[in-house]
Each structure stands twice: as C-alpha cells, then as structure tokens.
C-alpha cells in the first residue's frame, strides 16, 4: 500500500510551521504561550489553523520568541544569509559546557590562561561574536583549574549565548559561574550579574530582580554593585515596576558620580553614561518612549559616550532604534540601526532580536538607500 508522501516543508501552512519550529526549540506550547502572554489555546488554534496569522506584528513576536528571523516562516524557502553561518558554534559551546566534569586534556599555566580570558574579553567588547564562539571551548577546557579565569570564562560564555538568542544555554553558563565564584564577592557579584541578564532574555523579570538585589548588599566593588542595581531596575521595569525601577536607578547614579578612575577589572562598562543608558531602557520596557528617546540623546551626546565598549555601544543604538520605529520615526530609526551596523556589524546581523528589527524597519515603507542595503546584506529584502 502506498502512502502518501509527507508535505514539503515549504508547503506547510504558517502554523504547522511555528509547530516544527516550537518543537526544535524544545518548547512545549504552554511554554511559547508564556512567553507571548497568550493562552495555551491561543498557541494551539495557531499551530493548528484555526486562527490565522495575518498580523505581521504578531509572526514578528513569535520569531522573537523562536529565535527565528520572521521570513523563515512567512517563506520557508528563503535561505539563512551566510552571516550566521559561524555562529553555528554555539554547538561546541554547548558540548565543552557539557564536559564540565572531565580534566582537560592538556595542563594550561594560570598566567596563559588568563591571556586567553582577557582575549575573549577583547573580542567580545569588540563584538567579534563568530571568532569568540571558535575560542570558547578550548578556553572553558584550560579554565577549569583556574577559578578566577573560570569564572570570566563562564560570564564571557553567558553573555554571547544570550546575545545570540540562546538564553537557556546562556543562564547554565551564567549559573557556572556563580558556582564558579563562592568564596570571592567581588566575583559573585559579577557573576551575578551574567545571571540576571539571562533571566531577563528569559522573560524571569522577577527572578532577575531577586538575584540581583541579593547580590548588591555583599559585592565588594562599586562597578559591581552599579552593574547589579543596573540590572535590578531593567528587571524592576520588566514587572511594570516603574518606582521601583527609578529608586534603582538613583542608587546606582549615585555610585557612578562618585567613580575615579578608569579601572575595571569585572569589566562592567558601568559609569555615568551607562547608567544614562539604563534610564532609557527602563523607560523603554515601561513604554514612556519621548522619555527613552530623551535619554538616548542625552547619553550620546555625552563626552564618555564613545569610551564605552562598541559591543555596548552597538547594541544600544539597536534599543534607541527600536525606540524611534515604537515612536513613529521611521527614518531616525533606520539611521540609528545603519549606525549600529557601522559600529559593530556583527552586533545587527548575527543577533535574531537586531535582524527582526532590520526586517520590521525595511517592510513599515520605503526604505532609505542604506537601511534597504542593510536588508538586503542581512538576507531580508522585501
């Protein structure tokens, strides 16, 4: 008896494909209807064409959520720009994260591996996230007798996951490093750090808050404990807790003013201007846009604007454009994202949240010459 053949995937209906999708991404339905704030049966009638999808906002959100670029289910058939072909390493991330309990095959000195941590915090400030992906295994392998690298190594870890999407892999990398780190505050501390900002790519506002307001009181180093209060606020404004975000905040404004020097050896970027940055993410997740669009200006016109990371720079202007677009500014938005791309390339073209964005910009009219070259760089045209 023949059977019939199974549909090609490009022939699925758009709900069977967020289904395959889900599934990949080892997401039960109730799990994607919570991080879309919809019902169990909301995702349900989705997948199973009952309700459609004709609302590009709402494909934009599931991609998100998916990690997906929203053109992978609008049309199937168009190929991954070859951009985010290197990042094809976050499996051998995942495997040296696997084989934490084994000895390293080789016996690295201290003072080599601590080299190599302070070359994966170059490449990462410098958003070299593809080179970063490739060194990450070896180094995890060498840090493991060391627990001061280790813990870097871990953050470091923690950090490109949940920039690249990979949020879940991120918080065990940043749980590491917690564990990493006891009997060291300062450590802890910013080990912490890593934490909540896995929780939060999570959607764990609350959770996010909890660590981090846990960890302020015992951190031993300003930057530290700014960095944690940064982080309590954004959680705090997560949870549509706009007073408590703002006390936050002025606690860590505090800390920054007070700051001398330039050393930072957790490196946090914390200083006045990231704390201006906060103001405006925290006015974002609020959904007060003239206020973030307020403080996005302020914080660049500011003299130690550019002394900052260009990972943190880049993906800032991301946030600002995002800001523009909710704000009705189609054309400052493009700017922004175009000078994000200038910045740090990889920062708009291998992060599913920038690339959404891309997309989103390029489809809400006629695009500027440089925001539709940017579309088309990225593999999102039209």
């Known amino acids: 008896m023949n059977r019939p053949a199974l549909p090609d995937v490009d022939e699925l209906p758009i709900g069977r494909r967020v289904a395959r999708w889900r599934v990949r991404r080892r997401m039960t339905q109730q799990m994607l209807a ?45 190929p991954l720009p070859a951009v985010t072909a290197g990042l094809d390493g976050v499996d051998a991330v995942r495997a040296a994260l696997a084989r934490y309990h084994q000895r390293p095959a080789r016996t690295v000195s201290p003072a080599e591996v601590q080299r190599h941590v302070g070359h994966a915090w170059l490449s990462y400030q410098h958003a070299h996230y593809t080179q970063l992906l490739r060194a990450l295994p070896s180094l995890l392998d060498a840090a493991r007798a060391s627990p001061g690298p280790l813990v870097s190594a871990y953050r470091i870890t923690a950090s490109v996951l949940v920039k690249l999407g990979e949020a879940d892999l991120g918080w065990l990398a940043a749980d590491r490093a917690v564990a990493a780190a006891v009997g060291d505050p300062v450590r802890a501390g910013a080990a912490t750090i890593a934490v909540a900002q896995a929780l939060r790519a999570l959607g764990r506002d609350r959770l996010a808050l909890t660590a981090a307001v846990a960890a302020i009181g015992t951190a031993a180093d300003d930057r530290v404990r700014g960095t944690l209060l940064v982080q309590a606020a954004l959680a705090a404004a997560g949870c549509g807790d706009g007073r408590r975000a703002d006390d936050l905040i002025s606690h860590a404004t505090i800390l920054a003013d007070r700051l001398t020097g330039d050393d930072d050896p957790q490196h946090t970027a914390f200083g006045p201007v990231a704390v201006l940055l906060a103001r405006f993410l925290t006015a974002l997740r609020l959904g007060d846009t003239a206020e973030a669009v307020y403080h996005h200006e302020k914080a660049i016109g500011r003299d130690d604007w550019r002394r900052l990371p260009v990972e943190h720079r880049a993906a800032h202007l991301v946030d600002a454009a995002r800001a523009y677009l909710d704000a009705g500014n189609l054309t400052a938005a493009g700017r922004t994202l175009v000078d994000a791309d200038t910045i740090a390339p990889a920062e708009v073209r291998c992060r599913p949240a920038a690339r959404t964005l ?15 070259r940017l579309a088309t760089t990225v593999g999102l045209t039209r």
Do not use: C, F, H, N
């Not at 879309?36 to 309700?51: A, I, N, Q």
């Not at 891309?358 to 539709?372: F, K, L, N, Q, Y």
């Open 358 to 372: 891309v997309a989103e910009i390029a489809r809400s009219g006629p695009p500027a010459a440089d925001v539709a």
């Open 34 to 78: 919570d991080r879309l704030g919809k019902s169990k049966s909301w995702v349900d009638k989705v997948e199973r064409g009952v309700r459609s999808l004709d609302r590009y906002s709402t494909v934009q959100e599931i991609a998100e959520v998916l990690r997906l670029d929203p053109a992978l289910l609008l049309d199937p058939r168009r």
